[in-house]
């Protein structure tokens, strides 16, 4: 049973990509309309899939046969505590871009083809979530990526045509010069260890030698562009503040994380860490990040581009504790990724809300919020808290837990090397307050400074601006309502990962 459920995750997204092509026939809005219960259709299937493999191991194999055996590619997927998670935050955040699609289209043109771009990248990602074998990891890694370069062509910001040329296209040669790297690495492991199947390498793979270091950080590259991390994160900014409102959501709270996955599952098993500099340097660039994220979005005019600075920097934090080589440190991953997709998700679903109604996203022409749409001005202050790591929380625990798993490194790894970047990491949360606090009270209670200020203060594109729907809170609400769950109970997540996670370090 457990076999067809896992086969069916990644079938069914295609299956309806099929069926809104010929809805779409009849109208555009039908396609749209039947994309969205496809969607629906996929979150519940992805949770009876996880009721289902609940305690089940990788080494259990329910999908496990041959693909390409001339050279040892299997169609290998299995399911456990840290992909779980990732399979339901994709789930849900699509099903929420898509049901949001219904309502509120974007401009660019027919709104079923990127209905169904959308379902196809929900079949690459959970692909690439399920993969065991690192070839079918790269197969649906890329299967994700390309559609991402439609969506922002076509449908991005419809005043700036080149701008969003160049940003999709930045998007596509980053991250599929990224995946080439990748996938080299993969097939020098694949040399040393002598199989693509990453669940016999964690177990029984020792990386030693100069050819298992270059492998490991050619994997580690082509995912550090994915995740992103400082300094390969160029391509992010322009890509959000070009992308249509779900183009951004489904960027930031999915795709981003199979970059920071990828680590977890496919470069903690080929490292060593005890090898000198490739650690260490690897937890430096994502402390940089950090605090380099904070500073930017300090001198940020734009809503979205903000918001896109600060996955930067939570995104460090995800690598930080990544490259602790702890249990800990893989408990904070998973949770901060988890974190990240709803708070951030929420963010842009909100910013994409704010610019429909008043037609930018320029804080320089916005204030005053709370008199004008209290409760889009609310939501967008308990997002900017969470995102901030305000206990209580999903941000917080995953920001603190990164930075304990810091305190405490692997015995390997240089504990005061790792103790100092824990400091900076702290300092870094400090500055993510700075400038969330800098944007509500501009945003939500402040006034447009007129030296600055291009233009006056936004009016509503056109008559009295509309404050939350009853749509958009069936959109937004199981994000809002999941990241207050996981503040108050992070045991939800951080118990069952615990136990799976000995298993990418090459524990039993």
């Known amino acids: 049973m457990n076999a067809w459920l896992l086969d069916?995750?990644?079938?069914?997204?295609?299956?309806?990509?099929?069926?809104?092509?010929?809805?779409a026939r009849r109208s555009d809005r039908a396609g749209?309309?039947?994309?969205?219960?496809?969607?629906?259709?996929?979150?519940?299937?992805?949770?009876?899939?996880?009721?289902?493999?609940?305690?089940?191991?990788?080494?259990?194999?329910?999908?496990?046969?041959?693909?390409?055996?001339?050279?040892?590619?299997?169609?290998?997927?299995?399911?456990?505590?840290?992909?779980s998670p990732l399979v339901l935050l994709t789930t849900l955040v699509l099903a929420c871009a898509l049901i949001s699609l219904v309502r509120r289209p974007p401009a660019g043109g027919s709104t079923a083809p990127l209905a169904a771009l959308l379902l196809l990248i929900e079949a690459g990602v959970l692909g690439s979530f399920?993969?065991?074998?690192?070839?079918?990891?790269?197969?649906?890694?890329?299967?994700?990526?390309?559609?991402?370069?439609?969506?922002?062509?076509?449908?991005?910001?419809?005043?700036?045509?080149?701008?969003?040329?160049?940003?999709?296209?930045?998007?596509?040669?980053?991250?599929?010069l990224g995946s080439a790297l990748m996938l080299v690495g993969f097939v020098l492991v694949r040399a040393e260890a002598g199989t693509f199947d990453i669940v016999r390498i964690a177990a029984g793979y020792h990386p030693s030698g100069t050819t298992a270091v270059l492998a490991s950080v050619l994997v580690g590259l082509g995912l550090a562009v994915k995740t992103p991390l400082w300094p390969l994160h160029i391509w992010l900014p322009d890509a959000h503040s070009s992308a249509p409102t779900v183009g951004s959501v489904v960027l930031a709270a999915v795709l981003l994380k199979l970059g920071t996955y990828g680590l977890l599952r496919f470069w903690l098993p080929v490292t060593d860490p005890s090898w000198e500099l490739?650690?260490?340097?690897?937890?430096?660039?994502?402390?940089?990040?950090?605090v380099y994220a904070a500073l930017a979005c300090l001198a940020q005019t734009d809503l979205k581009r903000l918001i896109a600075y600060s996955s930067v920097g939570h995104m460090?934090?995800?690598?930080?504790?990544?490259?602790?080589?702890?249990?800990?440190?893989?408990?904070?991953?998973?949770?901060?990724?988890?974190?990240?997709?709803?708070?951030?998700?929420?963010?842009?679903f909100v910013a994409g809300a704010v610019k429909d109604r008043y037609g930018t996203g320029d804080l320089r022409r916005l204030s005053a919020l709370y008199g004008r749409v209290p409760h889009t001005a609310a939501i967008l202050a308990f997002a900017a808290m969470a995102?901030?790591?305000?206990?209580?929380?999903?941000?917080?625990?995953?920001?603190?837990?990164?930075?304990?798993?810091?305190?405490?490194?692997?015995?390997?790894?240089?504990?005061?090397?790792?103790?100092?970047?824990?400091?900076?990491?702290?300092?870094?949360?400090?500055?993510?307050?700075?400038y969330f606090l800098s944007l509500l009270r501009t945003l939500l209670q402040g006034v447009p400074d007129p030296d600055t200020a291009p233009a006056p203060v936004a009016e509503p594109v056109a008559g009295p601006v509309a404050d939350v729907s009853g749509w958009d809170w069936m959109v937004w609400g199981p994000l809002i309502v999941l990241t207050v769950t996981l503040g108050v109970a992070p045991g939800l997540l951080l118990g069952p990962v615990a136990e799976a996670a000995p298993s990418l370090l090459g524990s039993p």
């Open 387 to 434: 995102s901030l790591g305000l206990p209580g929380l999903a941000g917080f625990w995953g920001e603190m837990l990164a930075i304990r798993s810091a305190v405490f490194p692997a015995t390997a790894l240089p504990r005061d090397t790792y103790v100092v970047l824990a400091v900076l990491a702290a300092f870094g949360v400090i500055l993510t307050s700075a």
């Open 32 to 83: 749209t309309v039947v994309a969205a219960w496809g969607a629906v259709a996929v979150l519940a299937w992805s949770v009876a899939t996880v009721l289902a493999t609940a305690g089940d191991g990788l080494a259990d194999r329910p999908v496990d046969v041959a693909w390409v055996e001339a050279v040892g590619i299997r169609w290998h997927l299995g399911l456990d505590a840290i992909s």
């Open 130 to 176: 399920l993969a065991l074998d690192m070839v079918l990891f790269f197969a649906f890694f890329e299967v994700a990526l390309i559609p991402m370069w439609f969506v922002i062509r076509q449908w991005g910001d419809p005043h700036d045509p080149a701008g969003r040329l160049r940003a999709a296209t930045r998007f596509l040669v980053f991250t599929v």
């Open 278 to 290: 490739l650690v260490p340097v690897v937890a430096g660039l994502a402390v940089v990040g950090i």
């Open 8 to 23: 069916g995750l990644v079938a069914l997204p295609v299956l309806w990509v099929g069926l809104t092509v010929l809805a």
């Open 316 to 348: 460090g934090f995800v690598v930080l504790a990544a490259a602790t080589f702890t249990v800990g440190g893989v408990q904070a991953a998973v949770f901060a990724s988890v974190a990240h997709g709803l708070i951030t998700g929420l963010l842009f």
